[in-house]
């Protein structure tokens, strides 16, 4: 599946067969169809399934940690003979054990994050690495760049890993000059909100990065007027932020956080400033997590070679490996080029109103023949472009309703079969909790019109669906959100 956190559950995962010299075989899948060939292929091979799902006879979280009702009858009976101070205590201890149980259960659902699980099990067995710990600050930062977690959920878990960040890279000043030159160190920092900018340009950093873009409606003249006023408001010349950042002059580097963060208030981007972590290989080489992200991303939806997809998926996995910088930075490329293909969509969608209010939610279509329309018909580069584009659209629209309203967005999957690949957004609010109830929407709305659709995705917000079945399927999701 195109999912970095997962990827990184699996760099963890195999480093800790790797200790205890495990025998293993990975199989990469992209979807439910592949994942149940692979598994019966492989079953008698199978000795632990991590996985929750009836077909395949793995019990629910419920099923191992749930209230039984039997027990709590039983213990009504047998109280029924006890002194009430007796019983006043036993009621307590059901209710506190219940509270337990059910605390247990809101932690186990809010842990979304698979790479810190894994990293968990790793230091419970006092196995953990550097390298692992990386894996799970890159994991938990994809779930926050592809808005899976609330704000509040990153800046918990950041606290969690910057305590592992500490222990796992402290040193003393003797040893600040005794480093290798392949060696690996962590570090949290406050970093801008601007993708890939220490290998880019300032500039372009700035109009491809979806919340600046955003903010500052470059999509329009007047934005790119603002754009102007605010490199103005900072003192930078245009001919050093439209150069490469590492050949800017020394001098504007120093203090280019703190001014670009104090420019940012007065043009309303008062969240440029996040919490995360960086990388640093050797002496030259220093990556965020971020960074990471959306190379690993990018060499995972690989449009420019031709192949099967498992080349891909080993591409993306060996990239997260301190040994590979090459990859890495063939991914940082595609990266750049991905995310210009997402703004100039972006661009492209508000400028020419193909946003439309359905009722219940906003409706966007890609049509065969759009620029890059082959990109988006992979689904990490959908989601982003989709959420790139709801909160776009909520910045220039000025219709209040609809700056509440979830979006659903099309895009062609395969004109030979003639299927589109679809997938809901929630809406883009402060209080969402970024919960997608757009999986069992969809499902409803293709068995109520018998809509030929496929939910391969491991995400049950993305489906496949014939083209000519559309405009039944839309009608009938209007119909069930309404």
């Keep these: 599946a195109s999912d970095v956190d997962a990827l990184c559950a699996c760099k963890i995962l195999q480093a800790l067969f790797q200790c205890d010299h495990v025998q293993y075989t990975l199989v990469p899948v992209s979807g439910w169809q592949e994942l149940e060939t692979a598994f019966l292929e492989h079953k008698d091979q199978v000795k632990l399934l991590v996985k929750q799902d009836d077909d395949l006879n793995v019990p629910a979280y419920d099923d191992i940690f749930r209230d039984e009702e039997d027990e709590e009858e039983d213990s009504e009976n047998e109280s029924d003979g006890l002194e009430p101070s007796e019983k006043r205590r036993r009621f307590e201890e059901d209710v506190i054990e219940r509270t337990m149980k059910r605390r247990q259960r809101r932690e186990w659902e809010a842990r979304r994050c698979s790479a810190m699980v894994m990293f968990d099990l790793a230091w419970i067995m006092s196995k953990d690495l550097n390298d692992m710990l990386w894996w799970a600050i890159v994991g938990l930062t994809d779930q926050w760049v592809q808005d899976k977690i609330t704000q509040m959920k990153y800046v918990t878990d950041i606290g969690i890993l910057q305590r592992h960040v500490s222990r796992h890279n402290h040193r003393n000043e003797d040893e600040e000059n005794s480093l290798s030159i392949d060696c690996m160190r962590i570090a949290f920092e406050y970093d801008l909100r601007l993708a890939l900018y220490q290998h880019w340009s300032l500039y372009e950093s700035l109009c491809n990065t979806s919340y600046t873009s955003a903010s500052l409606k470059l999509w329009s003249v007047q934005g790119q007027k603002r754009l102007q006023e605010f490199l103005a408001d900072m003192g930078l010349p245009l001919r050093q932020v439209k150069q490469k950042f590492n050949s800017m002059d020394m001098s504007l580097k120093e203090n280019l956080r703190e001014m670009i963060e104090e420019s940012a208030n007065k043009f309303g981007m008062k969240d440029l400033r996040v919490q ?25 939806e690989n449009i420019e070679k031709e192949g099967p997809e498992t080349t891909n998926f080993i591409k993306a996995l060996d990239s997260l490996s301190r040994g590979n910088l090459d990859k890495l930075h063939q991914g940082l490329d595609l990266a750049k080029k991905q995310l210009r293909a997402i703004q100039q969509t972006v661009a492209s969608c508000i400028c020419t109103n193909l946003v439309i209010s359905q009722g219940p939610f906003l409706y966007c279509s890609l049509m065969e023949g759009t620029p890059d329309v082959k990109l988006f018909s992979k689904p990490v580069s959908l989601c982003l472009l989709s959420k790139y584009l709801l909160k776009s659209f909520v910045c220039s629209t000025k219709n209040k309703r609809c700056k509440l ?17 679809m997938v809901g957004i929630p809406p883009e609010t402060e209080s969402s909790d970024k919960k997608n109830f757009f999986g069992r929407a969809f499902e409803k709305a293709a068995d109520s019109t018998n809509s030929r659709t496929l939910h391969n995705h491991f995400d049950m917000s993305i489906i496949e669906l014939k083209t000519e079945d559309r405009s039944k399927f839309l009608d009938a999701l209007i119909s069930l959100l309404s």
């Design 276 to 300: 995360t972590f960086s990388i640093h290989f050797g002496f030259k080489n220093k990556f965020s997590a971020t960074d990471i992200v959306y190379a690993t991303v990018s060499l995972m």
């Design 405 to 421: 309203l979830p979006l659903v967005m099309a895009a062609p999957m395969d004109v030979e079969r003639g299927t589109v690949i």
